[in-house]
């Protein structure tokens, strides 16, 4: 099993930045994909960004290409999410997600079985 405990967030006003990490334990951190998704309040949660185990691959949504940054520190089993330009549109819970499987990329988030807790991001206009 794996465990992802999200933090970071909280209320910004539009054009400003936020961080959000995510710490892994339970599995061996380095060998999986990990995604990152959000939810919209009244809308179904979206596909963000996803890195795979070594780093050195990723994709973003083009709602947020340009904008956000997704990155790893294996060795402290962290996942960071870089987040500049904030647009209201942006508000919604953020979740870390861990792929199902070893050495596998994939972007559908059916491929993710392990979720954090959320993180609340609120953009103000």
């Excluded at 792929?99 to 079985?113: A, E, F, G, Q, R």
């Amino acid at each position: 099993q794996a465990q992802l405990v999200e933090s970071g967030g909280g209320l910004v006003q539009a054009g400003g930045s936020l961080r959000l990490s995510c710490a892994a334990s339970g599995r061996t951190f380095s060998r999986y994909t990990m995604g990152w998704f959000r939810q919209a309040p009244g809308k179904e949660r979206e596909f963000v960004a996803a890195i795979n185990w070594s780093g050195d691959r990723s994709n973003y949504a083009d709602s947020v290409k340009g904008r956000f940054t997704i990155s790893r520190d294996n060795a402290k089993k962290m996942v960071y999410r870089q987040m500049n330009s904030l647009k209201p549109e942006d508000t919604a819970v953020y979740y870390c997600a861990t792929h199902t499987t070893v050495w596998v990329y994939s972007l559908s988030m059916n491929s993710y079985d392990y979720w954090g807790q959320g993180a609340q991001v609120t953009v103000s206009s």
